[in-house]
């Protein structure tokens, strides 16, 4: 079984940082693209980041300058370093990854999601 795990979500006031990792977890599988989207409540979920297996990148224009993010392909994990916090990146924030595997389903998964709250 393939499952994401989530770490680094929190309060913090505008203009400071916080750093998310999402984890994958289990064998037999392989990782495609991965990142990061967001929900904020009455919204609806939207892309953040993602990476490719060979590090190219790609940001919603909302984060980027701000936003970094980055994957360990051994280990199986991508971060996003979150700098110049706003208010309105509060939100949810869901990790996906592409998985590739003849032993599980192959396709999107999802982390847990973390809450991210950014006050003013």
């Known amino acids: 079984q393939v499952q994401l795990v989530e770490s680094g979500g929190g309060w913090v006031q505008a203009g400071g940082s916080l750093r998310l990792s999402c984890a994958a977890s289990g064998s037999g599988f392989s990782i495609n693209g991965m990142g990061w989207y967001r929900q904020a409540p009455g919204k609806q979920r939207e892309l953040v980041a993602g990476i490719t297996p060979g590090g190219s990148a790609n940001y919603a224009d909302s984060v980027k300058g701000r936003f970094t993010i980055s994957r360990d392909n051994a280990k199986d994990t991508v971060y996003l370093q979150m700098n110049s916090l706003k208010p309105e990146d509060t939100a949810v924030y869901y990790c996906?990854?592409?998985?590739?595997?003849?032993?599980?389903?192959?396709?999107?998964?999802w982390g847990q999601g973390t809450q991210v709250t950014v006050s003013s």
């Open positions: 996906y990854a592409v998985v590739s595997s003849l032993l599980h389903r192959s396709g999107d998964y």
